[in-house]
């Protein structure tokens, strides 16, 4: 939020707490992080803290953006190899009707495209990668090398950067880093909001896409002629209706 009004330390309804962020422009930047959440606790947290942004007059502006981590439990390489097949199918189309367009370019939101180690070598390699320690170090050659073409017989230091808090790889729309670094999925794309539908929803969405790719077969993504309507339409049966509805929606369908 650009301005945290009289947004109390401490409440009994939900836990979180307030950092500042200098990447907010305003004179009283600072990020609410609330702690994970499942299930129904989830839903009456985020009616619960629209409710508190509202009644505490916080603001938000477009240098603010909603971050949303999915836990990673459940989640091999294999489908976080499979993630970010659906991501790069659905990513254009995400930017285009999912979040406000000032989001797309934003510099702490990076598309694909603009992440020097994924050049069409990385995603080759991705492809052929057949077995865990594989995928690894193509996963390491793309966010950490910066553009080397992957060699299976060159094997890197996959440590050092994963302990790297604050590595700048961490600035993709898809924050994959943030999976390496503490088992989380870290979706930044979407602009700062108060609106209850849209905090709801849209962490709704990411958790089930992570949940899809977890899920899947290779073949079943692989296959599919990607994009958000054949993504929804392929995999109707897994996303409950009502998120399906509001991707649709947006979409202006």
Same mark, same amino acid.
């Not at 009994?12 to 950092?19: C, E, L, N, S, V």
């Not at 190899?81 to 990076?110: A, D, Q, S």
């Given at each position: 939020?650009?301005?945290?009004?009289?947004?109390?330390?401490?409440?009994?309804? %939900?836990?979180?707490?307030?950092?500042?962020?200098?990447?907010?422009?305003?004179?009283?930047?600072?990020?609410?992080?609330?702690?994970?959440?499942?299930?129904?606790?989830?839903?009456?947290?985020?009616?619960?803290?629209?409710?508190?942004?509202?009644?505490?007059?916080?603001?938000?502006?477009?240098?603010?953006?909603?971050?949303?981590?999915?836990?990673?439990?459940?989640?091999?390489?294999?489908?976080?190899?499979?993630?970010?097949?659906? %991501?790069?199918?659905?990513?254009?189309?995400?930017?285009? #009707?999912?979040?406000?367009?000032?989001?797309?370019?934003?510099?702490?939101?990076?598309?694909?495209?603009?992440?020097?180690?994924?050049?069409?070598?990385?995603?080759?390699?991705?492809?052929?990668?057949?077995?865990?320690?594989?995928?690894?170090?193509?996963?390491? #050659?793309?966010? #950490?090398?910066?553009?080397?073409?992957?060699?299976?017989?060159?094997?890197?230091?996959?440590?050092?950067?994963?302990?790297?808090?604050?590595?700048?790889?961490?600035?993709?729309?898809?924050?994959?880093?943030?999976?390496?670094?503490?088992?989380?999925?870290?979706?930044?794309?979407?602009?700062?909001?108060?609106?209850?539908?849209?905090?709801? #929803?849209?962490?709704?969405?990411?958790?089930?896409?992570?949940?899809?790719?977890?899920?899947?077969?290779?073949?079943?993504?692989?296959?599919?002629?990607?994009?958000?309507?054949?993504?929804?339409?392929?995999?109707?049966?897994?996303?409950?209706?009502?998120?399906?509805?509001?991707?649709?929606?947006?979409?202006?369908?």
């Amino acid at each position: 939020v650009c301005d945290i009004g009289e947004f109390p330390d401490s409440n009994t309804k %939900y836990k979180y707490k307030i950092t500042p962020d200098s990447s907010i422009s305003g004179d009283i930047g600072r990020e609410i992080v609330i702690a994970p959440t499942i299930g129904d606790e989830y839903l009456w947290m985020v009616r619960d803290l629209v409710a508190d942004l509202e009644e505490h007059e916080c603001a938000v502006n477009q240098s603010c953006g909603l971050h949303v981590h999915v836990s990673g439990n459940g989640l091999d390489v294999f489908g976080l190899r499979r993630l970010l097949w659906i %991501y790069k199918g659905i990513e254009k189309e995400l930017f285009e #009707y999912l979040v406000e367009p000032h989001r797309n370019g934003n510099k702490y939101c990076k598309r694909l495209n603009q992440i020097r180690g994924f050049i069409p070598q990385f995603w080759g390699s991705l492809t052929l990668a057949k077995t865990t320690q594989d995928i690894k170090q193509v996963l390491y #050659y793309g966010l #950490y090398e910066e553009g080397y073409v992957y060699n299976k017989s060159k094997q890197i230091n996959t440590r050092e950067p994963k302990l790297d808090r604050y590595n700048a790889s961490r600035y993709c729309g898809l924050n994959l880093h943030s999976y390496l670094y503490r088992n989380t999925i870290e979706w930044r794309q979407h602009h700062g909001t108060m609106d209850l539908e849209e905090l709801l #929803y849209w962490p709704l969405w990411c958790g089930w896409v992570v949940e899809v790719a977890s899920l899947a077969t290779d073949k079943a993504i692989q296959g599919l002629d990607m994009g958000l309507e054949a993504f929804l339409n392929a995999f109707e049966y897994k996303i409950p209706k009502e998120i399906g509805n509001w991707v649709r929606k947006k979409m202006g369908k």
